[in-house]
């Protein structure tokens, strides 16, 4: 859990405070933006741990559920996210993952290897691993995007 949450904490903080503008800016038409990415972090994280991990049905109603109910990862499609502040993503992360450290608390020292796929199982250590390393990625995608917004707004002044 620390280590989840100390990756957390250093993309943040090299994310810096970044405009609106900033957080829906997708680089090209259907690419990655901040705002997405950070629903996308949301959305997965709550994937893994409450279903796969617990075996929960999917909550499809929330925003992060929705936005990523349209996403393509692997077709390069990215939507447009909701025109909101950095700091309403930030919020929506802090209290789903205040939610999943509780289900990180109750399932982190079980060993049974979990068969929710039909080609795949998983024990809930690797669950945690992965999604330490998903965080990390895709955190440093979203310092990257804000890097690459502020260069290009210096560039066409």
């Not at 800016?25 to 893994?48: F, K, M, R, T, V």
């Not at 992360?93 to 979990?114: C, F, G, M, P």
């Amino acid at each position: 859990m620390a280590t989840l949450q100390d990756g957390t904490r250093e993309w943040r903080e090299n994310l810096g405070r970044a405009s609106q503008a900033a957080v829906i800016w997708q680089p090209y038409e259907n690419g990655p933006s901040i705002g997405g990415i950070i629903l996308h972090l949301i959305d997965a994280e709550n994937w893994w741990l409450r279903c796969i991990g617990a075996g929960e049905a999917d909550d499809a109603t929330t925003p992060e559920a929705i936005y990523n109910r349209e996403l393509d990862q692997y077709k390069a499609y990215w939507p447009k996210p909701p025109k909101k502040p950095l700091m309403w993503y930030l919020e929506l992360l802090d209290d789903r993952r205040a939610v999943n450290l509780d289900y990180i608390r109750n399932q982190v020292e079980s060993v049974e290897v979990l068969s929710r796929g039909k080609k795949n199982s998983f024990t809930y250590r690797w669950i945690l691993a992965h999604l330490v390393e998903h965080d990390s990625y895709h955190g440093g995608q979203a310092v990257l995007l804000h890097e690459m917004y502020k260069r290009l707004r210096t560039v066409n002044r």
